[in-house]
């Protein structure tokens, strides 16, 4: 064999092989990256998430009505005890929600405070269950 093509080889092999070092870098830093934007996007969306729950209204498990203090109302109830308790509520929506080719009533009740500490508290119903009371100061 010629001298002049083993040492055309050798170049060859030299190159490809720096060339695949190459592309072994590059394609580890490009993973670098990819996952390194991937935590920063991922840890911002969580800080994102965590000041609007900070800025979200608290929901609460129990609320004692207004015109009826000594008593309490507490998530699980259906309308009919929260009626008896309560009262009937100053403003009432209802809506229909969907999902799996089912509607599901939602009904949203609201109780409103206009005395010296003034309060909106809104109970959300479930077809007939209350599942979420949330009260907010209207001041």
């Known amino acids: ?3 002049r093509n083993e040492q055309v080889k050798q170049r060859k092999s030299r190159v490809l092989g720096w060339q695949l070092h190459r ?3 590059s394609l580890a830093i490009f993973w670098i990256c ?3 934007q991937s935590v920063i996007s991922t840890t911002a969306a969580a800080n994102d998430s965590k000041s609007f729950e900070i800025a ?5 498990s129990a609320w004692r009505p207004y015109n009826n203090p000594d008593r309490l109302i507490s998530v ?3 309308k009919g005890q929260v009626i008896a308790i309560a009262g009937k509520p100053d403003h009432e929506e209802s809506y229909y929600q969907g999902g799996g080719g089912r509607l ?8 409103i405070r206009s005395d010296f500490d003034p309060q909106t508290t809104i109970l959300k119903f ?3 269950n209350l599942v979420t009371i949330t009260s907010t100061s209207t001041r």
């Open 1 to 3: 064999m010629c001298p």
């Open 23 to 25: 592309m072994r870098r």
């Open 34 to 36: 990819t996952v390194f």
């Open 56 to 60: 979200q209204i608290p929901t609460l």
């Open 76 to 78: 699980g109830m259906n």
């Open 104 to 111: 599901t009533r939602i009904s949203d009740w609201y109780y």
């Open 126 to 128: 479930v077809q007939e």
